[in-house]
């Protein structure tokens, strides 16, 4: 079903799309949380996901209920934001071999991914309460509560180590790059027999 097709013809039809995209976006994420898992390398950043993962499962439980009182069935319909941020995620913990670095790199890409859910439960949360679902408000509601949750653990611990022991990484391989540039310049000198300054 494409965007505005005529397929969505009033806010009821609007709110049911968006919420088979959370859905459908839930389980992509409850897939690739289990490599960002086995991925981190910190203790309290692979809790954290863990922790996240039992959330998202318990997430789409609640959106099979909010589905139930909607008196349809749960259904997903492709999410291409969720599949591109994730996309995205694994193609640059792809290309970062420090450990220290690639735990920056899995929280900012976990945070990207609590921000679309951020924004999708917020409006969800607003479109089922102007729909009078006040039910299904408070199921997704619970969600909205729970990204939020994780985003702002996320941060505290970016915030608080990793990003600064990924900062501290960065200064041992700069220093030796330039050792090993100011040697290959030496040996470039020596080899075309111009001694040393
Ligand atoms: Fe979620
Ligand atoms: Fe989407
Ligand atoms: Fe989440």
């Known amino acids: 079903m494409g965007w505005f097709s005529s397929d969505i013809e ?24 289990p490599d960002m898992i086995e991925k981190a390398s910190d203790a309290e950043l692979k809790k954290g996901f863990r922790m996240h993962l039992k959330q998202t499962k318990q997430q789409i439980k609640r959106l099979d209920q909010a589905f139930k009182k909607l008196k349809s069935k749960p259904k997903g319909t492709k999410c291409p934001a969720i599949d591109g941020i994730i996309d995205e995620a694994n193609e640059i913990a792809g290309e970062v071999a420090d450990k220290m670095v690639l735990n920056a790199a899995l929280i900012a890409a976990a945070q990207a991914i609590e921000h679309y859910e951020i924004t999708r439960y917020c409006t969800l949360v607003a479109w089922a309460k102007l729909l009078g679902l006040n039910d299904v408000a408070k199921l997704l509601a619970a969600n909205l509560r729970e990204e939020k949750a994780t985003d702002k653990k996320l941060n505290g611990i970016a915030k608080r180590k990793i990003n600064r022991k990924a900062l501290a990484r960065q200064q041992k391989p700069m220093r030796s790059s330039r050792n090993e540039q100011m040697e290959a310049d030496a040996a470039l000198l020596a080899a075309a027999g111009i001694p040393p300054v």
């Open 10 to 33: 009033n806010v009821d039809d609007l709110f049911r799309h968006s919420l088979q995209d959370i859905y459908y976006a839930e389980q992509q994420i409850e897939k690739s949380l």
